[in-house]
């Protein structure tokens, strides 16, 4: 099945531990897919700065695990294409996203989720789940490697909306 090119782009991303400069060729299944994923970033917490005092840390992270498997069901379903470059030298969204969920979502889950859910069945039951979090002692830690990752996040979304075709809906405030 051939899908016909519709245009070629040249992006650069810098996501701490990827920096690249290349050129991404897009077709109909490729911007379709990178639309996909750029609703499913612009529309989470995850994207969304998490201050010091806002949200829960629980929420952020369960978004970051349903972003990962969101993710990987895309990847599945739209199949091998969108991580075949059409030359050696370009990128795919294959390539972007197994580096997101690889290097920046897995770390993050398999260190994180486990302390936080040992200090969440410490909570006594005249604390709010809130007031709870905010004691813990690496509350600020996580909540700086949350904004960390929403800075990668907000970069690999710029480059999808790019792709996509659209303008930037995410404020990188």
């Not at 245009?7 to 077709?27: P, V």
């Not at 499913?40 to 629980?58: Q, W, Y």
């Not at 294959?94 to 260190?111: E, Q, T, Y």
């Not at 069945?121 to 809130?130: G, S």
Request: net charge negative.
């Amino acid at each position: 099945m051939a899908i016909a090119k519709l245009s070629e782009t040249k992006f650069k991303i810098n996501l701490g531990f990827l920096e690249l400069e290349t050129t991404w060729e897009i077709d109909e299944l490729q911007k379709n897919a990178a639309w996909e994923m750029y609703v499913e970033l612009a529309t989470r917490i995850a994207t969304a700065k998490l201050k010091e005092n806002d949200g829960l840390l629980r929420e952020a992270l369960t978004s970051l695990n349903s972003l990962f498997a969101t993710t990987r069901e895309l990847l599945k379903r739209c199949g091998p294409h969108i991580a075949t470059p059409s030359n050696p030298n370009d990128t795919t969204l294959g390539h972007l996203a197994v580096n997101i969920l690889n290097r920046v979502l897995r770390p993050a889950l398999a260190k994180w989720h486990p302390i936080l859910l040992d200090w969440e069945q410490l909570k006594p039951a005249n604390k709010t789940t809130k007031q709870h979090e905010l004691e813990w002692e690496y509350n600020e830690e996580l909540r700086g490697v949350l904004n960390v990752i929403r800075e990668q996040l907000i970069e690999y979304a710029n480059v999808l909306g790019t792709v996509s075709g659209v303008a930037n809906l995410i404020e990188n405030n």
